[in-house]
Nanobody, 122 residues
Framework: QVQLVESGGGSVQAGGSLRLSCVASVDMGCMAWFRQAPGQERARVAS????????AYADAVKGRFTISQDNGKNTVYLQMNSLKPEDTAKYYC??????????????????WGPGTQVTVSS
């Protein structure tokens, strides 16, 4: 079982920035960030493949969020800029064993971190 630990959440005013980090206990082919607000489904925000470093973003965060990885540290980051109140959610790190492919749906990921809360005030 892969262990994932997130950090970096917190509270910020609209327009501010936060950087989330996720450390994985082992290498995984795909790492992703999901978020879930109360009453909403968990949705993928961004993902990155380990080898090809292919990145994908939800339309709502394109141009504002950047996913990156440090393979030597088994760590993936999510840099979040120009934060909006609608970005408020619990953010989860997820890992998938697929090589060079990051699934879109949450059920396709087999490893999850406990989540970190991000709150953006207006």
């Amino acid at each position: 079982q892969v262990q994932l630990v997130e950090s970096g959440g917190g509270s910020v005013q609209a327009g501010g920035s936060l950087r989330l980090s996720c450390v994985a206990s082992v290498d995984m082919g795909c790492m992703a960030w999901f978020r879930q607000a109360p009453g909403q489904e968990r949705a993928r925000v961004a993902s990155i493949t380990r080898e090809l470093r292919d990145e994908a973003y939800a339309d709502a965060v394109k141009g504002r969020f950047t996913i990156s990885q440090d393979n030597g540290k088994n760590t993936v980051y999510l840099q979040m800029n120009s934060l909006k109140p609608e970005d408020t959610a619990k953010y989860y790190c997820a890992a998938s064993p697929f090589s060079n492919y990051c699934p879109l749906q949450a059920w396709q990921y087999n490893s999850w971190g406990p989540g970190t809360q991000v709150t953006v005030s207006s």
